[in-house]
């Protein structure tokens, strides 16, 4: 039975988040064991990728210190994986350490489903397309592998201060 393909799909259903990969076994989450995680609130700064930038974006999430407590992985980075097919990677560096967030608010609502809820990833000091909307977990991996848009030209890294968009950037 896949605990995986019910989906975050809403409050009251056994639904789940899940850490997999490099780790002895998945860290799995129903969406009312995850919502029991302690929260963060932030305010940030986030960079699409065209050009935009929004200031002082408000959100509520579990910190992705908080899913990869206790874990022990010789892994070096992240796959984030979205209901619908869309994947990101990041190094593990860049979601540890108070930088990144599986958001559920914005301004104080629940994160409206065009912009990625019940749940998104919350990358702000990278490029946007880095935030997975609809995210439903994380895999470690010890290499670096492209997602999405990074197999379609985008930067594997996408650092806005140095304006890395696409590849060679
Ligand atoms: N699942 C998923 N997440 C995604 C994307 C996507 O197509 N699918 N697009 C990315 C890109 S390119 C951007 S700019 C932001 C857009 O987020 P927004 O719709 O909340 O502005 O989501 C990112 N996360
Ligand atoms: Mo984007």
Redesign the pocket.
């Known amino acids: 039975m896949s605990f995986i393909s019910r989906g975050f799909r809403g409050k009251h259903r056994d639904t789940d988040f899940v850490l997999e990969g490099e780790i002895d076994e998945p860290k799995k989450w129903t969406w009312d064991e995850f919502r029991k995680l302690p929260t963060e609130q932030v305010t940030k700064d986030i960079h ?2 065209t050009k935009w930038t929004k200031l002082d974006t408000a959100w509520t999430g579990v910190s992705v210190d908080t899913i990869l407590e206790g874990v022990d992985t010789a892994a070096e980075y992240v796959v984030a994986f ?1 209901y ?1 097919g ?1 994947t990101t990677n990041l190094p593990l560096e860049d979601v540890t350490g108070g930088k990144a967030w599986v958001a559920f608010e914005f301004d104080g609502q629940p994160l409206h489903p ?3 809820g019940p749940a998104r990833l919350l990358v702000p000091h990278l490029y ?2 880095k ?4 995210v439903r977990g994380l895999r470690l991996v010890n290499e670096d592998q492209p997602g999405f ?1 990074e197999s379609n030209g985008y930067n594997m890294y996408g650092d806005p201060w140095r304006e890395q968009r696409y590849w060679g950037d």
């Open positions: 699409c990728v979205s619908g869309y065009e912009h990625g946007f397309w935030s997975a909307k609809w848009w």
